[in-house]
């Protein structure tokens, strides 16, 4: 006899994803006309039971996902089973979420807000600073070196809307052996984390052996959004700052900053990288050599 598990709560999604690009007349210094792609930034104002909580400013490839994410990574909802639907009307550039209890306290959680710095003007609502001593990543989780790499041109080689029209932030999941799971694009790094942690959550993924990827800086809201992931690795082609760092220490996540082609610096959490002896160049190595 056959047992099957009952299906995955999923709470009534919309399918409004919105056209990524948008094309436009533009003159090259020699005064040549020519029609290229740039992304299509648009608003989002979600209402939370008919409450307005926050606009966002996304590119719209999925919606439904950002403001899941969004939601999460605020603490707003604690569950998927909190969720009853997410819905997306682009006519009015707005989204409707009905919840099944409501947000306890939500006016005062949502009235001490921080900005904070970086494209797409991403906010944490103050009290999630409070949460950081309450997340413990997993002690036990490792990366292979050859795996960053993997990653790094994993990456590279991704076909993606920054090379189509530049001027955005692109964000990806991995597995713990370097199988990309999900890679989202958008007008900031903030949102495309949001979107990330949305899918997981829809999709019942766990965090604990997983590996986070973003062209952008890793400031501290990143990181604190990758640490209530459960996520224990957090790269970037760009770097850290003072308070991402920090925070990373906090909780113990490793972050891997200035990764491009074989080069990478580990600033945070150096017990979980494991070095692959075969990869590491010797130090007296001719400098040519090394940069072959």
């Known amino acids: 006899m056959n047992h099957q598990e009952p299906p995955r709560y999923r709470p009534e ?4 994803s919105a056209r990524l690009t948008h094309e436009v007349s533009a003159l090259d210094e020699r005064g040549r006309p020519s029609r290229i792609a740039i992304p299509a930034e648009r608003p989002l104002t979600v209402y939370v039971d008919k409450r307005e909580i926050v606009t966002l400013m996304t590119l719209g490839g999925a919606p439904e ?4 994410g ?16 997410i819905q997306v009307d682009w006519s009015v550039d707005a989204v409707a979420v009905v919840t099944r209890n409501g947000i306890l306290d939500v006016e005062e959680r949502t009235a001490r807000k921080v900005v904070t710095t970086g494209c797409g003007q991403g906010s944490v609502f103050g009290g999630l600073m409070d949460e950081v001593d309450q997340i413990a990543l997993p002690k036990e989780a490792r990366l292979q070196q050859s795996v960053v ?7 590279r080689t991704q076909q993606s809307i920054y090379k189509q029209a530049g001027s955005v932030h692109g964000c990806a999941l991995f597995s713990h052996d370097g199988e990309l799971l999900y890679f989202v694009e958008d007008v900031g790094r903030h949102n495309a984390v949001d979107a990330i942690a949305g899918l997981m959550w829809l999709d019942a993924v766990e965090g604990a052996d997983k590996v986070f990827y973003t062209t952008g800086r890793l400031t501290s809201e990143m990181v604190i959004k990758g640490a209530q992931m ?5 790269l970037s082609r760009s770097g850290t700052t003072q308070m991402g760092h920090m925070v990373a220490e906090k909780v113990g996540m490793s972050l891997l900053a200035r990764c491009s082609g074989k ?3 580990l600033l945070a959490g150096h017990e979980r990288l494991v070095f692959d ?7 007296n190595a001719p400098r040519a050599a090394r940069l072959a």
Do not use: K
């Not at 999604?13 to 409004?16: C, D, K, M, R």
């Not at 459960?230 to 957090?234: A, E, K």
């Not at 002896?277 to 130090?283: F, N, Q, R, S």
């Open 13 to 16: 999604l919309s399918q409004a």
């Open 65 to 68: 996902a950002l403001v899941l």
């Open 70 to 85: 969004y939601l999460r990574n605020q603490r707003l909802v604690r569950t998927l089973e909190d969720i009853v639907s």
């Open 149 to 155: 790499y993997r990653i790094v041109e994993t990456i």
């Open 230 to 234: 459960g996520i224990p690795f957090l």
């Open 263 to 265: 080069h990478f610096l």
């Open 277 to 283: 002896p075969d990869l590491l160049e010797p130090l």
